[in-house]
């Protein structure tokens, strides 16, 4: 499995970025894919995830209202669209295959992808 993420850049308070991920290797059904994301100095975070099959899902309260993801079967990717974008969005966002949840009630991932740089400047 292969996963490329990409769209990041630097955007102002309250404007709106898109996050592509490329995904590749193999039929993604029945497969939770999602995003996280890492902030400087801080751990990794999970940021919310899509049922490739069902296209459900689930967000972080902090990015819930702001944050949508959704996935396009024909091209094998998946999308973040971020609206109303806040400073403490400001990380590294990584896009991530294969969703599973750890011991200790936080999420993990078997694949990864590379990470896209996102910085919101006030």
């Known amino acids: 499995v292969q996963l490329q993420a990409s769209g990041g850049g630097l955007v102002q308070v309250g404007g709106p970025l898109r996050l592509s991920c490329a995904a590749s290797?193999?039929?993604?059904?029945?497969?939770?894919l999602g995003w996280f994301r890492q902030a400087p100095g801080k751990e990794r975070e999970f940021v919310g995830d899509?049922?490739?099959?069902?296209?459900?899902?689930f967000y972080v309260d902090s990015v819930k209202g702001r944050f949508t993801i959704s996935r396009d079967n024909a091209k094998n990717t998946m999308y973040l669209q971020a609206n109303n974008l806040k400073p403490e969005d400001t990380g590294v966002y990584y896009c991530?295959?294969?969703?599973?949840?750890?011991?200790?009630?936080?999420?993990?991932?078997?694949?990864w992808g590379q990470g896209t740089q996102v910085t919101v400047s006030s």
């Open positions: 290797g193999r039929r993604f059904d029945h497969y939770i």
């Open positions: 899509i049922d490739w099959t069902r296209a459900s899902t």
């Open positions: 991530a295959s294969d969703l599973y949840d750890l011991a200790n009630g936080q999420r993990g991932a078997r694949y």
